[in-house]
T-cell receptor, first 111, second 114 residues
Framework: NAGVTQTPKFRVLKTGQSMTLLCAQD?????MYWYRQDPGMGLRLIHY???????AKGEVPDGYNVSRLKKQNFLLGLESAAPSQTSVYFC??????????FGPGTRLTVT | GDSVTQMEGPVTLSEEAFLTINCTYT??????LFWYVQYPGEGLQLLLK?????DKGSNKGFEATYRKETTSFHLEKGSVQVSDSAVYFC?????????????FGDGTTLTVKP
């Protein structure tokens, strides 16, 4: 099993550009999450999904959109990137009340 | 709402020293508690967990006991190694307010020197 994979691993964007981050899991988990990690800020939840076709806002959803068209995939979109969105993005999956399984992260720089 | 408070870092220890990283929590319901570890350049991975009061989670020489009376889940290791250098996150998942989410502490950076 590959677990949780993220694509791409690194990306540099110019302000105003758009991009989509892909997260895939092969563990048949219902729940999937997108977090951002910034120095001194810990992990902050952006959006999450409790099942195929559902999404919900987390702690810091502004400037991001998500979709969960297939159970195994969770996409994070940035429509108009801003320097404040420079961060490391982690995807995770899991089952309710149990541990989460994290991907290796995507390092995004917006110039 | 739920919250997790971790001991502030960074923590620097010599090899073979005893480690304690404090974690306290507030939760509405009956949470499961977790410690995750993040090695440089990687995602978080589960280190250990406990699902009810007085449970002890253990893995790789690390231990933590779920203390309901003090709302704590402190991480301990008797003898740290250089390879334990990482960021450690305490987290909870609350069955009452969960909505499928976990609450994470801010992380504690541990550096172990030879």
């Amino acid at each position: 099993n590959a677990g949780v994979t993220q694509t791409p691993k690194f990306r540099v964007l110019k302000t105003g550009q758009s991009m989509t981050l892909l997260c895939a899991q092969d563990m048949n988990h219902e729940y999937m999450y997108w977090y951002r990690q910034d120095p001194g800020m810990g992990l902050r939840l952006i959006h999450y999904s409790v099942g195929e076709g559902t999404t919900a806002k987390g702690e810091v959803p502004d400037g991001y959109n998500v979709s969960r068209l297939k159970k195994q995939n969770f996409l994070l979109g940035l429509e108009s990137a801003a320097p404040s969105q420079t961060s490391v993005y982690f995807c995770a999956s899991g089952v309710a009340l149990d541990e989460q399984y994290f991907g290796p992260g995507t390092r995004l720089t917006v110039t | 709402g739920d919250s997790v408070t971790q001991m502030e870092g960074p923590v620097t220890l010599s090899e073979e020293a005893f480690l304690t990283i404090n974690c306290t929590y507030t939760a509405t319901g009956y949470p499961s508690l977790f410690w995750y570890v993040q090695y440089p350049g990687e995602g978080l991975q589960l280190l250990l967990k406990a699902t009810k009061a007085d449970d002890k989670g253990s893995n790789k020489g690390f231990e933590a006991t779920y203390r309901k009376e003090t709302t704590s889940f402190h991480l301990e290791k008797g003898s740290v190694q250089v390879s334990d250098s990482a960021v450690y996150f305490c987290a909870l998942s609350d069955r009452v307010t969960n909505a499928g989410k976990s609450t994470f502490g801010d992380g504690t950076t541990l550096t172990v020197k030879p």
